[in-house]
């Protein structure tokens, strides 16, 4: 039997609600697939490779804990302070690429710190400030979300054992202009203090890239990384940047197998 005009036309208003339901649920998943987390930092959080091993950055690990479908695009480079990020124009090779919806987790201090060299020293509570807001406006202006995370603590100790913070005021200033521009903070200072401090001097050991040629007490090694990547995940798990559905495996033992460091490129 065939339907007359006036019954396929009722026909056709009664399926468009659906196909635009269905429409804008795919839209919106294909939004959530193709979200990326981008890292601005230095030598902590960077890639590195064949010639590094075993030296680790915490942003190769951050993928573990990750669904899958969550990309991360990691710019953290050796050596770079939030000045010297900017003054190099990598911040402006981030900007270019990030999308609404992308996330840019900022990470610096450790190079910030360096008094005697004018390429990379930030003040904590005048120029470094400054710079960060260059990466939050920036982002937000593209419509992503940035995030501060405050510089992950090297291993230092006390002649008591106590863990002792090494990045004097730049955690502070970090905390006060995440309260006054409104950016999520992760704390990653006191977390990974707190965490050393009950490793103790001897386990922390295993966490830094000590080998039999070098103590460094700066930089990871696979257990490290993955340590200082668990937190990170938590912390954008706990202040709500990321929902339950985006992060996986924060419970669970990852194998150091994992951690690859590719050639560099020529």
Known sequence: MSLTRRQ???????????????????????????????????????????????ET??????????????????????GRSSKSFVDEAR???VLQAIKPGDLLLIQFAHNDEKVADPTRYTEPWTTYQDYLRLYI???????????????VERRKFDAGGNAVPTHGDYPAAMRAL???????????????????????????????NWTATEQDNTHFNPPGAIAVARLVARELLRTGVLA???????????????????????
Do not use: C
């Open 91 to 93: 911040l402006d090779v």
């Open 8 to 54: 396929a036309t009722l026909a056709a208003l009664a399926a468009a609600p659906l196909a635009l339901a269905v429409t804008g649920t795919a839209q919106a998943a294909q939004r959530r697939r193709s979200r990326t987390l981008y890292i601005a930092g230095d030598s902590t959080a960077a890639q590195k490779y064949a010639d590094a091993a075993p």
């Open 244 to 266: 339950p559905q985006d992060v996986r495996r924060l419970g669970e033992d990852i194998p150091e197998s994992w951690i690859t460091w590719p050639q560099a490129a020529a």
């Open 57 to 78: 950055g915490w942003g190769m690990a951050l993928p573990f804990f990750l669904r899958k479908d969550l990309l991360v695009s990691n710019h953290a480079v050796n």
């Open 137 to 151: 406006e920036g982002a937000r202006a593209r419509g992503a979300r940035p995030v501060l995370a405050t510089a």
């Open 178 to 208: 995440a309260r006054e521009e409104r950016v999520t903070l992760l704390d990653v200072q006191a977390l990974s203090l707190a965490l050393w401090q009950r490793i103790g001097v001897e386990g922390t050991k295993t966490y830094f």
